[in-house]
């Protein structure tokens, strides 16, 4: 039996230069995939579970800061093409405009044939929502 996604957005392997702040020094790494609410970075020497740190993020217009915790890491396991070295990481502490600018690039990079809205990559859509109408799947309106 397949194990049912828990992620409440859609991710993008979307690849940035991120560097992590914490204890006066820097690990730098680039995300393998990101969305709205976290992020998978690649690095050589992950934190540990549970480290909560600051990130800068240098996406294609825009310098993104968060707040972020530790909530997967491989610091011990593989380091290959299939579990590159990195830790999984959730924003606790972002700006709304840098969230919706994530969720911008994700819906550019995603959205090739119409197939994924922007509520649906915010996470702000009712999955149970149908719409009255025939609005446009392009919309790039992210509530929050």
Not at 3 to 31: F, P
Not at 116 to 126: P, Y
Request: aromatic share 4%.
């Amino acid at each position: 039996m397949a194990k049912k996604e828990q992620r409440e957005h859609h991710r993008a392997e979307l690849k940035w230069v991120v560097l992590a702040k914490v204890d006066g020094k820097v690990v730098e790494g680039v995300t393998k995939d990101i969305s709205p609410s976290g992020a998978y970075v690649c690095c050589a020497k992950p934190l540990r579970l549970n480290v909560v740190f600051d990130m800068a993020i240098k996406a294609p217009n825009k310098r993104l800061k968060a707040k972020a915790e530790v909530v997967w890491s491989n610091i011990y396991g593989p380091d290959d093409e299939i579990n590159p070295r990195g830790m999984g990481v959730r924003f606790l502490k972002i700006s709304s405009e840098d969230r919706k600018a994530i969720a911008k690039e994700i819906l550019q990079h995603l959205e090739p044939d119409g197939e994924i809205d922007s509520q649906t990559v915010a996470g702000t859509k009712d999955p149970n929502h149908r719409p009255k109408s025939n609005r446009s799947k392009t919309s790039l309106t992210i509530n929050h």
